[in-house]
């Protein structure tokens, strides 16, 4: 029996349950679909109950595949959207609340009351954390359910309530273990960690009101977590962080130099390795992992409504479209409208909130899912565009994601930021990212196999571009 890693990838649409040889090629994998739920604007919930069935289920799968293949799994992962979070009885660790979701901003308008009173002050806090404040991160979360859910201001009271961010809730639940653990990298998505520490802020606690007594311990990124049964296996979980956290670890040590790594799913990331000296003001800067061996420090734009902004299209039409179908719209339809993109608070550089969203045109379906796709695409770019300018030697854009699966949406991509975009036939490259930051494995041979889209001649899709980023720059203006 051979030597194999597991990563569990718990996302906004699904669970996956990933096995990765030793040299990082994907052998097995399941799948259980998890619904998020959009009851209010601003609001994005998953049902706790429904995520701990689709895990269930992702391992029930995998244990008799297991068997029959004879793998022998050494050690396992976790990866979880870094900014979810679930409130929970101290005492038995059930839930109390919904899990909620990394793209919750429902506290948005308290938060934004603290920065206009400079109770905030985003600059100095940007400092001390290397993120840009806004009610994605858990800290507002956790305030918002504090001064305005029932049970959880009782459970506070009796000193019976914990907010486990997602990694910590998931984490409980494969190992079973009563001491509850957050990696480091999660608790930073919190707001509630100074860049780079092993611990609670005391500063940011007191800024948001918030007892350490009802988080989690913080752990190292690789750390023992605890055991997971898979099937008659015994596997030891040894390490834990973001989705987005292991995107550089995903293509080998010799991509971190020249190449920024996308992914495109429910939400859109772009990141490549600068210090927080290096990383424009306008970006993030995190530490992607954090252990003793290694600390690995990215600047990182987002565009927090990607697949999210064609689920809203479909949803507001009550009509979709294939995978397929989208493709062969993206291929027909070369002059399509503008989408003013404001589906949720829309991220890096420009950080506005959410937004009445609008066509520069009344069209048909296929058009308008075209000028969405555009939308993020032209998103993607004015964040490359910084990163280009605080790192010269990038020659290269490595891609993932569902989204990614278009041809379309790469070639655009590689026009419009003039750089070649590549993606790998495994396009799971959050997953593999952490197999190989799991099993230290620092070269992926399949990239020489890869797709290369180079970039072309569009006039008609960089004025597009333009258009869209001179509404983008005056929508700002008017939010100053």
Same mark, same amino acid.
């Given at each position: ?15 996956r ?10 052998v ?19 049902? @706790? ?5 689709s ?9 008799p ?10 050690s @396992? ?42 109770v905030?002050?985003?600059?100095? %806090?940007?400092k001390?954390t ?25 459970? *506070? ?38 860049f780079g ?40 979980? &040894?390490?834990?962080?973001g ?16 190449a920024?790594?996308?992914n ?17 003001? &306008? ?8 252990? *003793?061996q290694? *600390? =690995?420090?990215?600047?990182? /734009?987002?565009?927090n ?18 995978h ?7 291929q ?12 949720? @608070? ?15 045109e ?19 770019a ?5 990163l ?9 854009? =490595?891609?993932? /994601? /569902?989204?990614?699966? @278009? ?21 799971e ?8 930051? %799991? ?21 008609? =899709?960089l ?18």
């Amino acid at each position: 029996m051979s030597q194999h890693y597991l990563v569990i990838d718990q996302g906004g649409h699904g669970t996956r349950a990933l096995v990765f040889d030793a040299v990082g090629n994907p052998v097995v994998a399941t799948h259980a679909p998890v619904i998020t739920t959009n009851p209010k604007p601003g609001w994005f919930e998953q049902e @706790a109950d429904d995520l701990v069935a689709s895990i269930k289920t992702c391992l029930e799968q995998l244990g008799p595949i297991l068997q029959e293949k004879q793998l022998l799994i050494s050690s @396992a992962a976790l990866i979880t959207q870094r900014s979810s979070l679930v409130a929970c009885y101290k005492d038995s660790l059930k839930p109390m609340t919904p899990i909620i979701s990394w793209q919750d901003t429902r506290n948005s308008v308290w938060l934004q009351k603290q920065i206009d009173n400079n109770v905030f002050n985003i600059n100095e %806090l940007k400092k001390l954390t290397g993120l840009r404040l806004n009610a994605h991160y858990g800290a507002s979360k956790m305030r918002w359910l504090l001064d305005n859910h029932t049970e959880v201001k009782k459970a *506070q009271a009796k000193n019976n309530l914990v907010f486990l961010p997602l990694a910590a809730f998931v984490t409980h639940l494969l190992t079973n273990s009563n001491i509850v653990l957050v990696d480091a990298a999660t608790a930073s998505r919190t707001f509630l960690t100074e860049f780079g520490k092993l611990d609670w802020s005391p500063t940011l606690l007191d800024l948001f009101s918030i007892d350490q007594h009802t988080l989690p311990s913080i752990a190292a990124s690789k750390a023992d977590f605890g055991n997971i049964m898979i099937g008659h296996q015994v596997v030891p979980l &040894q390490v834990v962080g973001g989705d987005q956290s292991f995107l550089p670890f995903a293509y080998g040590q010799n991509t971190l130099r020249d190449a920024l790594f996308v992914n495109a799913g429910t939400g859109a990331f772009v990141q490549t390795p600068l210090n927080q000296q290096q990383t424009p003001s &306008q970006l993030l800067c995190s530490l992607a992992a954090i252990d *003793q061996q290694q *600390q =690995l420090t990215v600047a990182e /734009g987002t565009v927090n409504a990607c697949a999210s902004a064609l689920d809203w299209l479909f949803e507001d039409e009550k009509q979709s479209l294939t995978h397929a179908e989208i493709e062969q719209a993206m291929q027909t339809f070369l002059s399509p409208p503008i989408f003013y993109h404001r589906v949720a @608070a829309l991220g890096s550089p420009y950080w506005l909130p959410v937004g009445t969203s609008t066509f520069s045109e009344n069209t048909s379906l296929t058009e308008k899912t075209v000028a969405v796709i555009e939308s993020i695409i032209f998103l993607l770019a004015i964040n490359i565009d910084l990163l280009q300018h605080a790192k010269p030697n990038l020659k290269r854009i =490595l891609i993932s /994601g /569902g989204i990614s699966n @278009a041809d379309s949406f790469c070639q655009k991509l590689a026009t419009t930021t003039r750089l070649s975009v590549i993606r790998c036939a495994d396009h799971e490259a959050s997953s593999r990212g952490a197999a190989f930051y %799991l099993g230290n494995i620092t070269h992926y041979p399949a990239l020489k196999t890869a797709t290369v889209f180079l970039p072309r001649i569009d006039n008609t =899709l960089l004025a597009r571009y333009q258009h869209f980023y001179e509404w983008l720059r005056n929508e700002w203006m008017k939010n100053q």
